[in-house]
């Protein structure tokens, strides 16, 4: 059984992840990855810093252990994107999705990014579940006719679910 509510890790650490997915890896544990809020990042503002996302491992869903950093979000190149590219400021990156590619053995992490012009995903990759996680190449996605939250298209930012298909 598993109960809504707080969760805390088994070093009794409050778990901080949020809109994120859980993954059973190729080791069979499972995998909780979702952005961090820990650093004090408050969305649409500007002033507070992007935290990042992060990842925690469980042999069973209810003992949780970690987190991880999937990746250094303190650099500038990680606060330049998610909290000051495309005239959004403050917006952050949301998101966090992983799937394992079988045929190249790393696990792939797409990202949502803020913009309006064709700046909307990220994707990185990793040969462990628990990262560290580099970026990839850049995807070139044609959802323009896809609104979004606000009922604008062109803006690339969807929440995009992952899947592997039957040829890998």
């Not at 979000?73 to 590219?85: F, G, I, V, Y």
């Amino acid at each position: 059984q598993v109960d809504n509510g707080v969760r805390f890790t088994t070093s009794g650490s409050r778990i901080d992840v949020h809109s994120g997915t859980i993954l059973r890896a190729q080791d069979g544990l499972f995998y909780w990855y979702g952005e961090t809020y820990a650093c004090g990042f408050r969305w649409t503002d500007p002033t507070t810093p992007y935290c990042g996302a992060q990842v925690y491992r469980s042999t069973d869903l209810m003992r949780w252990q970690g987190p991880w950093s999937l990746f250094d979000a303190s650099t500038q190149l990680w606060q330049n994107l998610c909290m000051h590219e495309a005239g959004l400021a403050g917006n952050g990156c949301f998101r966090p999705k992983v799937v394992y590619n079988a045929a190249t053995r790393l696990y792939v992490l797409w990202l949502n990014t803020p913009g309006f012009n064709g700046n909307g995903y990220r994707v990185l990759t990793s040969r462990r579940p628990t990262g560290p996680f580099a970026l990839a190449a850049k995807p070139d996605l044609e959802d323009e006719d896809i609104p979004d939250w606000r009922g604008d298209h062109h803006t690339q930012d969807g929440d995009e679910g992952l899947f592997v298909d039957a040829n890998g």
